[in-house]
Nanobody, 130 residues
Framework: QLQIKESGGGLVQFGGSLRLSCAAS????????VGWFRQAPGTDYEGISC????????AYADAVKGRFTISRDNDQNTVYLQMNNLKPEDTGVYHC???????????????????????WGRGTQVTVSS
């Protein structure tokens, strides 16, 4: 049974937008720090954004700062990632999940490896054409 399900990916043109969703099915995300990480073909995992349990802290990797916005809806038990002005280098599989131990901070790297997450889903594919 899937604990986390990511959705909302697709094929878009350069400059387009997508909104990804991260939903938990068997537990509450409400008191947890949640992050998004991605993997492009042939590359390492990259942490791209996180949000604190209260939503008061939202952090972004430099590569997406100013273009992506993370948010959460605790009533829906879902975390969202609004992605605007998409570039071909944003292509990859996007995963999300609650941190295993980390806290979302404005400074410092965003957890990038699945081992740093308590749960993560199969991911959703984002493809940006040039």
């Amino acid at each position: 049974q899937l604990q986390i399900k990511e959705s909302g990916g697709g094929l878009v043109q350069f400059g387009g937008s997508l909104r990804l969703s991260c939903a938990a099915s068997t537990f509450s995300l409400n008191d947890l720090n949640v992050g998004w990480f991605r993997q492009a073909p042939g590359t390492d995992y990259e942490g791209i954004s996180c949000i604190s349990s209260s939503g008061g802290v939202a952090a972004y990797a430099d590569a997406v700062k100013g273009r992506f916005t993370i948010s959460r809806d605790n009533d829906q038990n879902t975390v969202y990632l609004q992605m605007n002005n998409l570039k071909p280098e944003d292509t990859g599989v996007y995963h999300c999940g609650p941190f295993a131990e980390s806290t979302c901070r404005l400074s410092g790297p965003i957890p990038s490896h699945p081992a740093e997450y308590a749960y993560w889903g199969r991911g959703t594919q984002v493809t940006v054409s040039s």
